[in-house]
């Protein structure tokens, strides 16, 4: 707690959180450089297709009030998610956590530890399923989807559901539907349909939804946006349906034991963090709607909090 507290104090002092900043971005990049991922070629790569701004034109809502909690500087990137660097980086920093998570199994390429992190998720939601006699979900939603590797491992993992995908960053939707359709251009069917939405305040429908999943989207909001995210997912997910939240595990021993300067790095692009880990998550879905609730170590950093939505 006093770290935390000296941390904030760093964060709050304008010149010193400027080289923090570029610091811990560093750091994430070099990780997943030293494992072989390209991430200057990957967002040269994206920053320069023309396609992806007429995407972003195409799929925009642009009346969309964006809360002020997502309008903070945000992973070392000054506009948060709302800019093209940022989504043009977030598959590489996407791999540089799930090599981190996966540090010390050195013979893991990314792809590999990605696919590992990702299938741990997948196979707790089918364990939950199974262990409560549910039915395979057939209408899937991936809230908080950015550029789409949470939302394309449900989708190979729960063929032939339907698989809907939200955010709230146009310029992160541009990037998963530009994938999408190079994926239609090569002779494969939609897998997903994307849509710019905000998840307290969603355009889905009342009661359509089997399975719900949030993949590393409550640690970017603070404890109240927490509780309106919970809330509107209980007004989604069908009476009977799942609601699943993965995220950093509080309880997490490697988290609670990392190197003070590499907690200061990573709390410094996270600016409702220490919100996060107070935040009782468990008991919020408890009180809104949701039974059967557990929580399962997906891996040591990473937790999934399941419930079904009372009939
Ligand atoms: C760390 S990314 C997680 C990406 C992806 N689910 C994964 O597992 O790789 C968090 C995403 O949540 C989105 N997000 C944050 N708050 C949101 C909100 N209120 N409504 C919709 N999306 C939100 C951000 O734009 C960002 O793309």
Same mark, same amino acid.
């Given at each position: 707690?006093?770290?935390?507290?000296?941390?904030?104090?760093?964060?709050?002092?304008?010149?010193?959180?400027?080289?923090?900043?570029?610091?811990?971005?560093?750091?994430?990049?070099?990780?997943?450089?030293?494992?072989?991922?390209?991430?200057?070629?990957?967002?040269?790569?994206?920053?320069?297709?023309?396609?992806?701004?007429?995407?972003?034109?195409?799929?925009?809502?642009?009346?969309?009030?964006?809360?002020?909690?997502? =309008?903070? $500087?945000?992973? &070392?990137?000054?506009?948060?998610?709302? @800019?093209?660097?940022? %989504?043009?980086?977030?598959?590489? *920093? #996407?791999?540089?956590?799930?090599?981190?998570?996966?540090?010390?199994?050195?013979? =893991?390429? $990314?792809?590999? &530890?990605?696919?590992?992190?990702?299938? @741990?998720?997948?196979? %707790?939601?089918?364990?939950?399923? *199974? #262990?409560?006699?549910?039915?395979?979900?057939?209408?899937?939603?991936?809230?908080?989807?950015?550029?789409?590797?949470?939302?394309?491992?449900?989708?190979?993992?729960?063929?032939? %559901?339907?698989?809907?995908?939200?955010?709230?960053?146009?310029?992160?939707?541009?990037?998963?539907?530009?994938?999408?359709?190079?994926?239609?251009?090569?002779?494969?069917?939609?897998?997903?349909?994307?849509?710019?939405?905000?998840?307290?305040?969603?355009?889905?429908?009342?009661?359509?939804?089997?399975?719900?999943?949030?993949?590393?989207?409550?640690?970017?909001?603070?404890?109240?946006?927490?509780?309106?995210?919970?809330?509107?997912?209980?007004?989604?997910?069908?009476?009977?349906?799942?609601?699943?939240?993965?995220?950093?595990?509080?309880?997490?021993?490697?988290?609670?034991?990392?190197?003070?300067?590499?907690?200061?790095?990573?709390?410094?692009?996270?600016?409702?963090?220490?919100?996060?880990?107070?935040?009782?998550?468990?008991?919020?879905?408890?009180?809104?709607?949701?039974?059967?609730?557990?929580?399962?170590?997906?891996?040591?950093?990473?937790?999934?909090?399941?419930?079904?939505?009372?009939?």
């Amino acid at each position: 707690m006093l770290l935390s507290k000296f941390v904030n104090f760093l964060i709050n002092t304008k010149p010193l959180y400027a080289v923090m900043k570029v610091l811990a971005k560093r750091a994430l990049k070099s990780s997943a450089e030293e494992r072989g991922v390209s991430w200057d070629g990957h967002a040269k790569r994206l920053m320069s297709d023309a396609e992806l701004k007429q995407i972003k034109d195409e799929m925009e809502n642009k009346s969309m009030v964006y809360p002020s909690y997502y =309008l903070q $500087p945000f992973h &070392a990137y000054d506009e948060g998610n709302l @800019n093209w660097l940022a %989504a043009c980086e977030v598959e590489p *920093a #996407t791999y540089a956590m799930a090599i981190r998570t996966f540090k010390s199994e050195t013979d =893991l390429t $990314p792809m590999e &530890a990605q696919a590992k992190l990702r299938k @741990n998720i997948t196979s %707790a939601i089918k364990d939950y399923f *199974a #262990t409560h006699s549910l039915q395979s979900p057939t209408n899937i939603v991936d809230v908080g989807c950015s550029t789409g590797i949470s939302t394309r491992w449900l989708v190979n993992e729960f063929p032939g %559901a339907k698989v809907t995908a939200t955010d709230l960053s146009p310029h992160f939707l541009a990037v998963a539907e530009l994938e999408e359709r190079r994926h239609e251009r090569e002779g494969g069917t939609r897998r997903v349909h994307y849509m710019h939405d905000k998840a307290e305040n969603s355009v889905l429908e009342t009661s359509s939804v089997d399975l719900m999943s949030f993949q590393f989207v409550m640690h970017e909001c603070p404890g109240d946006a927490i509780t309106n995210l919970v809330k509107e997912s209980a007004r989604v997910v069908r009476p009977g349906g799942v609601l699943c939240i993965v995220d950093n595990n509080p309880q997490s021993k490697t988290i609670q034991n990392l190197p003070p300067a590499l907690f200061t790095l990573m709390k410094s692009t996270e600016p409702w963090s220490d919100e996060y880990y107070a935040y009782d998550i468990e008991q919020c879905l408890r009180d809104l709607g949701f039974t059967e609730v557990v929580t399962v170590c997906t891996d040591h950093r990473h937790r999934a909090i399941l419930g079904i939505r009372a009939q």
